[in-house]
């Protein structure tokens, strides 16, 4: 059996996920704003959760509808066919939001969706206490204009979530967001990279684990893997295919930061990831930056001012920065930054900007690669 399932994602981000998505063969791929859709059954829902790199994690849809009271509300989500993913025994409990709705509260909203699904599977199981001991259906539901959307989510942890950063260093930069800056500079593991900004070293990791193709999702566990809708040995195959899609080969990936205890945690990092064999770290000021290679690509997510550093120092490292990148022919740049004067700063206008969300902060992705 097919079902919808849906990718909520930052803002700015739902091409590179549909493109993710079509290469691993998938079918039904649609975007629009913050979401990608696509259909299939439980082979597609392990393959895109194990490789997605970008995607925050998997929700299957259950249905959609307009609510504009608690009882409309209520009967629309108890006729929804609820019973179809959730068994006996499954504990569902419900979480979500609302958005510029008639229906704004969060907390009555939880519990009347709660009650439906209650009744429904009352009504459909012939029973009246539901012990919920079982697996995990984490309900979710959404309500924007008045637009319920109910959904299931199949991940648990969010995606970015691959397992090998325990330890962080201030301000760090979710995996997926890290992923998705290397895939639109369109590094595959032939060039010379560099992030001389790496902090605990998602950027270099990101890019060693897209050079060997490695699935970003191979060493953690989904919660739809302990559904009954789903043939367990789905997500079996899902990790030995794309085990066996990885590639071996020497690379050219460098981390640096001028913090030493930054740069201890990124090396730690690296060996969690399984990707110390391609990636190496050292300590250097970004400030002096010198390639050592003719051409190369340098994907970093500097300081913004907003964080850890006043604005102005931050606009002193951009100056800095800059003037070392300026001597070095031929090494492309991508540079996320919030900052709206950047370019002034930096000392060049960019060959190209993309709006990206790094959490709630709006920034723009930087492109200098003429």
């Known amino acids: 059996m097919d079902y919808n399932f849906c990718v909520p994602c930052l803002l700015g981000l739902e091409g590179p996920i549909s493109d993710e998505l079509r290469r691993l063969d998938i079918p039904g791929v649609r975007a629009e704003n913050g979401r ?5 059954g439980g082979e597609e829902l392990a393959r895109a959760n194990i490789n ?41 409990p419900v979480k979500g939001y609302s958005l510029n709705s008639k229906l704004f509260s969060v907390s009555d909203c939880q519990k009347i969706i709660k009650k439906a699904i209650v009744e429904r599977l009352k ?76 902090g605990s070293g998602t950027i270099p990791i990101e890019a060693a684990l897209i050079a060997k193709n490695r699935a970003p999702g191979l060493n953690r566990d989904f919660t739809a893997m302990n559904w009954s809708i789903f043939d367990r040995s789905v997500w079996q195959q899902a990790r030995d295919e794309a085990r066996s899609k990885e590639f071996h080969g020497d690379y050219n990936i460098v981390g640096s930061d001028i913090d030493p205890k930054a740069i201890e945690i990124a090396r730690e990092n690296a060996r969690r990831a399984g990707v ?95």
Not at 183 to 191: F, P, Q
Not at 298 to 312: A, D
């Open 52 to 92: 997605l790199r970008i995607g925050e994690r998997i929700l299957l849809e259950v249905g959609g509808f307009t609510a504009l009271s608690f009882d409309e509300l209520f009967e629309r989500t108890k006729a929804l066919p609820w019973e179809r993913i959730i068994p006996r025994d499954g504990a569902f």
């Open 123 to 198: 009504r459909v199981y012939g029973i009246e206490w539901f012990a919920e001991t079982g697996a995990l259906y984490q309900v979710q539901f959404s309500i924007m204009k008045d637009h319920v959307s109910l959904c299931i989510d199949t991940s648990g942890d969010g995606l970015h979530k691959r397992g090998y950063r325990p330890a962080h260093n201030a301000a760090p930069l979710k995996e997926t967001m890290a992923a998705a800056m290397v895939k639109l500079s369109r590094y595959r593991g032939r060039d010379d990279f560099c992030d001389p900004f790496c």
């Open 36 to 40: 990608v859709y696509f259909t299939g």
């Open 276 to 370: 110390d064999d391609a990636v190496r770290f050292e300590v250097a000021d970004a400030t002096k930056f010198d390639c050592r290679t003719e051409r190369g690509v340098i994907v970093t997510n500097p300081p913004y001012g907003e964080r850890i550093m006043e604005k102005q120092q931050a606009e002193e490292l951009y100056r800095g920065f800059g003037r070392a990148w300026l001597a070095s022919e031929n090494w492309q740049l991508y540079l996320l930054s919030s900052h709206t004067e950047f370019e002034r700063c930096f000392g060049k206008q960019a060959d190209k900007k993309r709006k990206l969300y790094n959490g709630m902060i709006k920034c723009d992705l930087f492109m200098y690669f003429k």
